[in-house]
C-alpha cells in the first residue's frame, strides 16, 4: 500500500494506493480535517494519524486516530480517536517504534513530546505519556522557545532522535510504559530545518538537514544505541546543499540518504552516502515538479509532488515513471508506503 495525504486550509485527505510491479491503482480516499501527519505500523495493517485540531473536546489538545489498512474501496476504517496530553498542540511528525510498542507524536506550538504505548493489536492505550520542553535563555532580553517538531526511531532500538527547529536541539529520546526519558540532548550549531531527520540503516549515523546555512550534518550514535549508559551522539561533519534541504529519507540497505530540495520550476533529487566525517553526493537527478515527500518499496523510490506521483528505481535515479493520478494534488503534503499480507491476520476481531 501506499498512502498520500493532501491537505488545504483546514481539510484533508488520505488517498491509499495498492502497489504492485506494473504500476499503482486508487482504492480510495478518506476525508480527514486537520492533517497533520500519519505513520504506518511496522507488521500490522495499521495506519496513525494525527490531527492538528486546536480543540478536541473543548480541551487544547490534538488527537490520534488509529484506523485498519484494508484492500477496498473504503481502505481506511476509523477504529479509536486518542487524544493528545493537554496543551499538546500543533502536532508535526509521529513515529512508531521498530517493534511496534511504542508511538511517539510531536507537538510544536505545545511545545511537547507526547509518547502512546501500543498492545499487541497496535491499538494505543487512552492516556498519553507527555515530556514538557522549556525554552531557552539566550541572553538577559531573549528566551528561545521550544517548538518540536521531527522524530525517527532507530532502526534498531527504542530509541528516537526528536528535533527542535525553535530551540536548535536534537533530543535522543526513549519511550516507555510510564515516561518519555530525554537520555541525552546536543545544541546544533546551524537553524535546524523542520523536516524529520534520518537515521542509517545501521542505526551507525543520525543525518539531519540544517537551514542556515542549507547543509546535511552528519552525526555518530554510540554502538547503536543498546545500553542507555553509553548514550551518545556526536557531530561529524556538515555538509553544504547550497538550497536548504525539504524532504530527507534513509536509503533502505545502504549508509545513505535521499533529499529533495527546490531548484528552478522543481526539484533536485539526490542521494548522499556516508563519507567518513562527510556525505558523499553519490548520483541526484532533476525532477520538473515540486516534491513534498519520498518514500520507497521493493526497490523503488516513490515521489509525491504537487503534479502525481513519481517511481524512480533506487539504483538508477534517471529513470523516472510518472503516474497519471485520478484525483487533484494540489495540497499533496506527505507519502508513506506499507506492506499488507496476502491473508493479514484479524487483528480487530476481539474489539
Request: net charge neutral.
Amino acid at each position: 500500500m501506499l498512502h498520500l495525504a493532501t491537505r488545504s486550509s483546514q481539510s484533508g485527505h488520505v488517498h491509499t494506493f495498492a502497489l504492485a510491479a506494473t504500476g499503482c491503482k486508487l482504492l480510495g480516499s478518506t476525508a480527514i480535517d486537520s492533517f497533520a501527519a500519519f505513520a504506518p505500523h511496522p507488521v500490522l495493517p495499521v495506519l496513525y494519524v494525527v490531527r492538528d485540531c486546536s480543540q478536541w473536546k473543548d480541551l487544547p489538545r490534538g488527537v490520534i486516530e488509529t484506523y485498519a489498512v484494508e484492500y477496498d474501496p473504503h481502505p481506511l476504517r476509523l477504529f479509536a480517536q486518542t487524544p493528545m496530553a493537554l496543551s499538546a498542540t500543533g502536532p508535526r511528525a509521529l513515529a512508531v517504534a521498530p517493534d511496534g510498542r511504542h508511538l511517539l507524536a510531536s507537538a510544536s506550538t505545545g511545545g511537547a513530546w507526547n509518547a502512546l504505548t501500543l498492545n499487541g493489536d497496535g491499538m494505543p492505550m487512552s492516556v498519553a505519556i507527555a515530556r514538557k520542553e522549556t525554552g531557552t535563555l539566550l541572553n538577559s532580553h531573549t528566551v528561545s522557545l521550544p517548538a518540536p517538531h521531527g522524530l525517527a526511531f532507530s532502526p534498531r532500538g527504542l530509541f528516537a532522535l526528536g528535533t527542535d527547529p525553535g530551540n536548535g536541539h536534537l533530543t535522543l529520546l526513549q519511550p516507555s510504559s510510564e515516561a518519555i526519558a530525554a537520555l541525552a540532548r546536543w545544541e546544533t550549531p546551524y537553524g535546524l530545518a523542520p523536516s524529520s531527520p534520518a537515521w542509517t540503516i545501521d542505526s551507525k549515523y543520525v543525518i539531519v538537514a540544517t537551514a542556515r546555512p542549507a547543509s546535511l550534518q552528519i552525526y555518530e550514535t554510540g554502538a547503536a544505541l543498546e545500553d542507555r549508559s553509553t548514550s551518545s551522539v556526536r557531530l561529524l561533519g556538515t555538509t553544504s546543499t547550497h538550497t536548504p534541504v525539504s524532504t530527507l529519507l534513509a536509503h533502505p540497505w545502504e549508509p545513505a540518504v535521499f533529499t529533495s530540495r527546490p531548484q528552478g520550476n522543481g526539484s533536485r533529487l539526490e542521494l548522499w552516502k556516508v563519507n567518513g566525517s562527510h556525505m558523499r553526493l553519490a548520483n541526484d537527478t532533476w525532477v520538473s515538479s515540486h516534491v513534498v515527500g519520498l518514500a520507497h518499496r521493493d526497490g523503488a523510490l516513490w515521489i509525491a509532488s504537487q503534479d502525481g506521483l513519481i517511481r524512480i528505481p533506487i539504483d538508477d535515479l534517471r529513470s523516472p515513471n510518472p503516474f497519471h493520478v485520478p484525483l487533484p494534488m494540489h495540497g499533496a503534503h506527505a507519502i508513506v508506503t506499507q506492506n499488507i499480507s496476502d491473508h493479514p491476520a484479524n487483528v480487530w476481531s476481539e474489539l
